[in-house]
Structures are given as C-alpha cells and as structure tokens.
C-alpha cells in the first residue's frame, strides 16, 4: 500500500483512469463536502463490505485527512487487494489544492 497526493488523484481524473474512489468518511461529512465519482462505504462499514469492492481495479481511499483512509487501505491491501493507495491528505487537501469549490469542514 502508498500514498498519492491530491494531484496525482487529479491527474487520475483528468486522464480519466479506471480506479474507484473510495471515501470512507461518514454520511454527515460527504453531506458536507464530496468529489463527485466517489463511492461512499463509512469506515466502520468497510469489514462487512469490503467485498463490494472490485479487487482488479485500482482503488484510491478518501478521507477527510489522510488517517482513516490509510487505515482502510491497510485493511484492503491485507485482504488481497494487489492496487490500493491512500489519498495523503484527504479531502480537505483536495478541496484547497486542486478544487477550492468544494466546502472544507
């Protein structure tokens, strides 16, 4: 498991990359402030669901931060998940570095 910093995930986008974005945060915070795309599995949710996800597709894990989402790459990447990164520094990074229209919280 790495990391990818906020401009590699735009680069991503804007290349059009076949990857899932996965954004573990909590109903409350997407409601806040989310990237469009993104699939939406809560932290806590992501032991019982983890199977929904593609294992032959690249995944890159949101969070507001960067921990919860290096969490939960660990996790996948332990349950087979061969191309799993970790978004370094999350949403909020994203929201001032790359789209500033999205609210930070």
Known sequence: MSDI???ELARWR???KN???LDVR???EVAAAAIDGSVTIPMRQIPQRFKELP??????VLCHHGSRS???AAFLAGRGFPN???VDGGIDAYAR???PSIPRY
């Open 84 to 86: 799993v990164v970790n």
């Open 97 to 99: 570095r790359v789209d």
């Open 14 to 16: 804007r290349e059009g």
């Open 5 to 7: 910093t906020v401009d």
């Open 55 to 60: 294992v032959d597709v690249p995944i890159a």
């Open 26 to 28: 909590e109903p409350y």
């Open 70 to 72: 290096e969490r939960v």
């Open 19 to 21: 990857f899932v974005l």
